[in-house]
C-alpha cells in the first residue's frame, strides 16, 4: 500500500513539475514592434495564444514596462476591429523523416492554415531538406498556394538554418507586417548557416517565429525554442501529427486576433529598447517580450545632417603640393646619396670632362629652343653628378649592363621620369599619399631594373666562359697567340662575350697590352670565374708553362661548380617553393578578404593599433624571406 501511495505521489509530482512547463511552452505572448512613427508613441502587435482566446469573456488588460520601467498604456484595440492584411512564410520541413503520415498531416495543416487566414492575407511556401527552396513567394491565390502545398514530396536531411536565413530574404520585398511559422520534426545537419546565423537574421528583420516542433527521435527543442524566444514568437510542440491540424488552425485564429497596444515610451538614453508585455484574462497571466532599436537614434538621419562645406581648393595648389614633395624627397635621396658617395678626384674630373662641363650641344641650337633647353638641363646634370662621383658610378653600371647610354643622360631621364609620374598621379588622383607611393616606385624601379639588367649579363657571360676558354685554348694549341685567340672569339662567340672582347681586341690595337685589357673587363663584369681566369694568364705569363692546358682546367672547373650548382639548385627547390608560398599566402589572404568582405579587414587600414599590425607584418615577411634566403643559399 505504501508502495502504491509513493507511486502515486511521484506521479502527482511529475504533474505538477510538467503542466507549468506546457503551459509555459504554448501560453505565452509573440510580440512584434508594428510602428513608431508618432514616437515617443509606440504600437506593439501582440497576439494571445489560442488557449486564452478560446476561453476569452472579456477584453484582456495590458501592461507594459520598457527597459525594466513600467509605462503609460494609451490604448489597447483588437485589430479584428480594424485588420491590417499580413504576409505569412510557412516553412515546412521536407527531410527523410516527414516521409509518409507526418508529412501528410503537414500538408492538411497548411491547407487548414490558408482556409483560416482572410483573402486579404498573403502566404509564402518555403520547403527544406538538404537546401531551403523557395516553392511559392508571397500570393493570395488559394489555389496556386495548394497545388505548391500538394507537390512537396520529403527525402534527404535537415537545413532548419538555411531555411530561415532564406525566408528571411523574402521580408525585403514586403512591406506589411510577416510571421514565419516553422515547423521541423528533427534536428539541423546540413545548414550552411549556424543557429547564431538565423537567429542573427530573425532579429535583423523583427519578424516572429512560431516554432512547431513534431517529436521524434531527432528533434531539436533547444534551438526551435531559442528561435522563438529570440524573434519573440512562441514555441509549440506536439507529439502526434494529427494534432498539426489544430494546432495551425489555432496560430491562424491568434495572427487573426491580435491586439494593438500603444504606450508612452519613456525615451531612455540607450540603443535598444527591451519591451515586456502582460496580458490578463480571467485571472490568467501570460508574458512576453520584445527588443527592438531605440528610434531616438534610428530616427537620426546622417545624410541629412547639417555639414560643414570645405571649400576644395583649387587645382594648381595640389600641384603646387605635389611639385614640393617631389622636390623635398629628391632632395632629401640626393643627400643620403652625397654621405654614400665619395666625392670626385681631380683626375675623375679629367677622365669624365665631357660630362662635368658644359657640352657643345647648346651651342648648335638657337636659344630659347627646346633643344637648347635640353641641352643646358644635360649639362647641369652633369655637372652636379660628376662633382659627386655619380657619373662615375653611373658609368660603371650602364657599361655592366651594355645600355647605350651616358650616365647624364640616364640622370636626365630618370629625373623626368619621376617628375613626370608624380605630377600625373598627384593629379589624377588628388591624393599626396598616391603621388609619394609613385615617386618612390618610379626612385627605385629602374635602379633594381638596371641592376637585374647587369646581373642577367653577368650570368650569360659565365654561361659562355666554359666554350670561350676551350676555344682560346684550342688556338693557342694550334699555334696562334693569345690576341689571335681573342680576335677568334670575337668571330664566333655571341654576346656579351663578343661584346667584351672585341673591346679588349680594340684597347690591345690602341696600345693597351692584352694582360691590362683582361684585367679591365674583369673589373667592369664583376665576375668571379673570370678574375680566376686572368689570375691564370697573369701567372702563366709570368713563370711560363702551357696556357692552353691552363686554360684547359679552370675550364673543366669551372664546369664541374656549374654542375655543382645545378645540382644544389635543384635540391633546394622545395624549400624555395615552401619560402614563395609562405610569402605569398598572407598577401593573397589579404587581397581574398578585401574582395570578399572589405569592412571585415576596414580596422586594419583606420585604427592605430591596425597600423601597427600591418607594418609588423611587413617587417616580418620581410625578416622572414631574408632568413628563406640566406639559408637556401649554399656557397660553392
Not at 207 to 212: D, E, I
Not at 234 to 240: E, K
Not at 368 to 373: A, E, N, Q, R
Not at 389 to 397: D, I, V
Given at each position: 500500500?505504501?508502495?502504491?501511495l509513493?507511486?502515486?505521489?511521484?506521479?502527482?509530482?511529475?504533474?505538477?513539475?510538467?503542466?507549468?512547463?506546457?503551459?509555459q511552452?504554448?501560453?505565452?505572448l509573440?510580440?512584434d514592434?508594428?510602428?513608431?512613427?508618432?514616437y515617443?508613441?509606440v504600437?506593439?502587435?501582440?497576439?494571445?495564444?489560442?488557449?486564452?482566446?478560446?476561453?476569452?469573456?472579456?477584453?484582456?488588460?495590458?501592461?507594459?514596462?520598457e527597459?525594466g520601467?513600467?509605462?503609460?498604456?494609451?490604448?489597447?484595440?483588437?485589430?479584428?476591429?480594424?485588420?491590417?492584411?499580413?504576409?505569412?512564410?510557412?516553412?515546412?520541413?521536407?527531410?527523410?523523416?516527414?516521409?509518409?503520415a507526418?508529412?501528410?498531416?503537414?500538408?492538411?495543416a497548411?491547407?487548414?492554415?490558408?482556409?483560416?487566414?482572410?483573402?486579404?492575407?498573403r502566404?509564402?511556401?518555403?520547403?527544406?531538406?538538404?537546401?531551403?527552396?523557395?516553392?511559392?513567394?508571397?500570393?493570395?491565390?488559394?489555389?496556386?498556394l495548394?497545388?505548391?502545398?500538394?507537390?512537396l514530396?520529403?527525402?534527404g536531411?535537415?537545413?532548419?538554418?538555411?531555411?530561415i536565413?532564406?525566408?528571411?530574404?523574402?521580408v525585403?520585398?514586403?512591406d506589411?507586417h510577416v510571421?514565419?511559422?516553422?515547423?521541423?520534426?528533427?534536428?539541423?545537419?546540413?545548414s550552411?548557416?549556424?543557429?547564431?546565423?538565423?537567429?542573427a537574421?530573425?532579429?535583423?528583420?523583427g519578424?516572429?517565429?512560431?516554432?512547431?516542433a513534431?517529436e521524434?527521435?531527432?528533434?531539436?527543442?533547444?534551438a526551435?525554442?531559442?528561435?522563438?524566444?529570440?524573434?519573440?514568437g512562441?514555441?509549440?510542440?506536439?507529439?502526434?501529427?494529427?494534432?498539426l491540424?489544430?494546432l495551425?488552425r489555432?496560430i491562424?485564429?491568434e495572427?487573426?486576433?491580435?491586439?494593438?497596444?500603444?504606450?508612452?515610451?519613456?525615451?531612455?538614453?540607450?540603443?535598444?529598447?527591451?519591451v515586456?508585455v502582460?496580458?490578463?484574462?480571467?485571472?490568467?497571466?501570460?508574458?512576453?517580450?520584445?527588443?527592438f532599436?531605440?528610434?531616438?537614434?534610428a530616427?537620426?538621419?546622417?545624410?541629412?545632417?547639417?555639414?560643414?562645406?570645405?571649400?576644395?581648393?583649387?587645382?594648381?595648389?595640389?600641384?603646387?603640393?605635389v611639385?614640393?614633395t617631389?622636390?623635398?624627397?629628391?632632395?632629401?635621396?640626393w643627400?643620403v646619396?652625397?654621405?654614400?658617395?665619395r666625392p670626385?678626384v681631380?683626375?675623375?674630373?679629367?677622365?669624365?670632362?665631357d660630362?662635368?662641363?658644359?657640352s657643345?650641344?647648346?651651342?648648335?641650337?638657337?636659344p630659347?629652343?627646346?633643344?637648347?633647353?635640353r641641352?643646358?638641363?644635360?649639362?647641369a646634370?652633369?655637372?652636379?653628378?660628376?662633382r659627386r662621383?655619380?657619373?662615375?658610378?653611373?658609368?660603371?653600371?650602364l657599361e655592366q649592363?651594355d645600355?647605350?647610354?651616358r650616365?647624364?643622360?640616364?640622370?636626365?631621364?630618370?629625373?623626368?621620369?619621376?617628375?613626370a609620374?608624380?605630377l600625373?598621379?598627384?593629379l589624377?588622383?588628388?591624393?599626396l599619399?598616391?603621388?609619394?607611393?609613385?615617386?618612390?616606385?618610379?626612385?627605385?624601379?629602374?635602379?633594381?631594373?638596371?641592376?637585374?639588367?647587369i646581373?642577367?649579363?653577368?650570368?650569360?657571360f659565365?654561361?659562355?666562359?666554359p666554350?670561350?676558354?676551350?676555344?682560346?685554348?684550342?688556338?693557342?694549341?694550334?699555334?696562334?697567340g693569345?690576341?689571335?685567340a681573342?680576335?677568334l672569339?670575337?668571330e664566333?662567340?655571341?654576346?656579351?662575350?663578343?661584346?667584351?672582347f672585341?673591346?679588349i681586341?680594340?684597347e690591345?690595337?690602341?696600345?693597351?697590352?692584352v694582360?691590362?685589357?683582361?684585367?679591365?673587363?674583369a673589373?667592369?663584369?664583376?665576375?668571379?670565374?673570370?678574375?680566376?681566369?686572368v689570375?691564370?694568364?697573369?701567372?702563366?705569363?709570368?713563370?711560363?708553362?702551357?696556357?692552353?692546358e691552363?686554360?684547359?682546367?679552370?675550364?673543366?672547373?669551372?664546369?664541374?661548380?656549374?654542375?655543382l650548382?645545378?645540382?644544389?639548385?635543384?635540391?633546394?627547390?622545395?624549400?624555395?617553393?615552401?619560402?614563395?608560398?609562405l610569402?605569398?599566402?598572407?598577401?593573397?589572404?589579404?587581397?581574398l578578404?578585401?574582395?570578399v568582405?572589405?569592412?571585415?579587414?576596414?580596422?586594419?587600414?583606420?585604427?592605430?593599433?591596425?597600423?601597427?599590425?600591418a607594418?609588423?607584418?611587413?617587417?616580418?615577411?620581410?625578416?622572414g624571406a631574408v632568413w628563406?634566403?640566406?639559408?637556401?643559399?649554399?656557397?660553392?
Open positions: 500500500m505504501k508502495s502504491v509513493r507511486v502515486l505521489l511521484a506521479v502527482a509530482l511529475v504533474l505538477v513539475i510538467a503542466t507549468p512547463a506546457l503551459a511552452q504554448s501560453s505565452a509573440a510580440v514592434m508594428l510602428d513608431t512613427d508618432a515617443p508613441e504600437t506593439l502587435a501582440v497576439t494571445l495564444p489560442a488557449d486564452m482566446l478560446g476561453t476569452q469573456a472579456g477584453a484582456p488588460t495590458f501592461t507594459v514596462a527597459n520601467s513600467s509605462v503609460e498604456v494609451i490604448s489597447v484595440v483588437a485589430e479584428s476591429a480594424e485588420y491590417r492584411p499580413q504576409d505569412v512564410v510557412l516553412l515546412i520541413d521536407t527531410s527523410g523523416s516527414m516521409q509518409g507526418p508529412l501528410r498531416d503537414a500538408k492538411s497548411a491547407g487548414t492554415f490558408l482556409e483560416s487566414m482572410t483573402g486579404d492575407d502566404v509564402a511556401l518555403v520547403s527544406f531538406a538538404f537546401a531551403p527552396e523557395v516553392v511559392s513567394g508571397f500570393t493570395s491565390d488559394r489555389a496556386e495548394l497545388k505548391a502545398i500538394e507537390g514530396s520529403a527525402a536531411e535537415t537545413a532548419v538554418y538555411d531555411a536565413v532564406a525566408a528571411a530574404k523574402l525585403s520585398d514586403t506589411r510571421t514565419f511559422v516553422l515547423l521541423s520534426d528533427g534536428g539541423d545537419t546540413v550552411i548557416n549556424s543557429l547564431d546565423s538565423a537567429v537574421a530573425v532579429r535583423a528583420t519578424v516572429p517565429v512560431f516554432a512547431v513534431l521524434s527521435g531527432e528533434w531539436d527543442p533547444q526551435l525554442q531559442l528561435l522563438a524566444s529570440a524573434s519573440s512562441r514555441y509549440l510542440g506536439v507529439a502526434d501529427s494529427t494534432e491540424t489544430s495551425y489555432g491562424a485564429t495572427l487573426r486576433s491580435r491586439y494593438l497596444v500603444t504606450y508612452r515610451s519613456l525615451g531612455p538614453n540607450t540603443k535598444d529598447l527591451e515586456s502582460s496580458a490578463q484574462l480571467d485571472g490568467a497571466s501570460v508574458d512576453g517580450d520584445v527588443v532599436k531605440n528610434p531616438l537614434y530616427s537620426v538621419d546622417r545624410t541629412e545632417a547639417p555639414q560643414l562645406l570645405v571649400p576644395r581648393p583649387p587645382p594648381w595648389r595640389s600641384t603646387l603640393v611639385a614640393l617631389f622636390l623635398a624627397m629628391t632632395g632629401f635621396a643627400s646619396g652625397a654621405m654614400l658617395v670626385a681631380r683626375l675623375d674630373r679629367v677622365k669624365f670632362y660630362q662635368t662641363h658644359s657643345t650641344v647648346a651651342s648648335d641650337e638657337s630659347g629652343t627646346t633643344g637648347s633647353l641641352a643646358h638641363m644635360l649639362d646634370v652633369g655637372y652636379v653628378a660628376g662621383g655619380f657619373t662615375k658610378l653611373l658609368h660603371g653600371k649592363a645600355l647605350p647610354l650616365p647624364v643622360e640616364y640622370i636626365y631621364l630618370h629625373l623626368v621620369l619621376v617628375l609620374v608624380g600625373v598621379i598627384g589624377a588622383t588628388a591624393s599619399v598616391a603621388a609619394i607611393i609613385a615617386v618612390l616606385l618610379t626612385v627605385f624601379v629602374p635602379i633594381l631594373l638596371l641592376e637585374n639588367a646581373g642577367r649579363r653577368r650570368r650569360r659565365e654561361e659562355q666562359l666554350e670561350l676558354l676551350n676555344l682560346v685554348a684550342g688556338s693557342l694549341r694550334a699555334g696562334w693569345l690576341l689571335q681573342v680576335g672569339v670575337v664566333q662567340m655571341a654576346a656579351p662575350a663578343s661584346v667584351e672585341r673591346r681586341q680594340t690591345a690595337r690602341l696600345g693597351l697590352s694582360e691590362e685589357a683582361l684585367e679591365g673587363m673589373e667592369r663584369l664583376q665576375s668571379d670565374d673570370f678574375r680566376w681566369t689570375a691564370a694568364i697573369n701567372i702563366q705569363r709570368e713563370v711560363g708553362g702551357n696556357l692552353a691552363v686554360l684547359d682546367i679552370v675550364a673543366a672547373t669551372m664546369r664541374d661548380r656549374a654542375e650548382k645545378r645540382h644544389i639548385h635543384a635540391l633546394t627547390a622545395e624549400g624555395r617553393l615552401s619560402g614563395m608560398i610569402i605569398l599566402l598572407p598577401i593573397v589572404e589579404l587581397g578578404l578585401l574582395l568582405n572589405p569592412t571585415y579587414m576596414a580596422g586594419m587600414f583606420t585604427h592605430p593599433f591596425g597600423w601597427f599590425l607594418f609588423s607584418g611587413i617587417a616580418l615577411l620581410i625578416v628563406l634566403r640566406r639559408a637556401m643559399a649554399v656557397e660553392v
